[in-house]
């Protein structure tokens, strides 16, 4: 009934994945090759995933879809999205991003969801836009010490959720966003990070690289 097109790194098509997990609801996983356009834009006339096909018919956009995935309205998804203070949190949501994509981009490559053609097609296309990631990779200290106080922040509103002592629509997106992060060699999320993180995933039942290792 479900297929989910995706890409393993991507933290919008984590969430979803996250969701079908909280949610115990089973899903055809389809991970496209990054170079992979005609078939994103054969369903929606775009390149951009996720994709959920639901009984066949395509829909493109992760709150969208967790929406519907979400009957029993356990994540409260248009509540959390309509309210005044949730522009802040997509904000702290794009500060992450802005630092956890330059450290993880140059690694996400080098794991079995790329072939060497896909791998090629994301660096001329990321790198337009950030420049070298032998430069990203140079200088991981900028943006991990810019992370360090972000994380400051993070861990005194962690009780022991997002803000909240109740899991929620929130913490689905930062973990989604801080996930891509374990993929880099020797980075060490804070401890109370790092197991924050891991309640997430326990939550959602949540496996990185449940493709690839079936
Ligand atoms: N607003 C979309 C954003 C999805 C998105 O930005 N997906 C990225 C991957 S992380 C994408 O497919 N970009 C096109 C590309 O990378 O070629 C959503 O929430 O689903």
Redesign the pocket.
Known sequence: MYTLFH?E?????I??RMTFGLLDKAYESKVLP?ND?KT?ESLTG?????ILSVNSKPM??????MQLLDETNKLKIKETINDPSFPQFEALLSRLSNLVHPLAMPYWIWTPEFDEDSRNY?LI?KEKKRGPFKNLVHNRDTFISALDKEWRELEKNLHPFFESDEFGLKDILLASHLWGLYVVPEFQFPEKIHGYLQSVKNICKFDYHQDFWR
């Open positions: 890409y790194h991507c933290p919008f098509c969430r979803v990054y356009v994103p775009k390149k951009m995933l996720p493109n956009e992760s709150l969208e879809i994301f296309q």
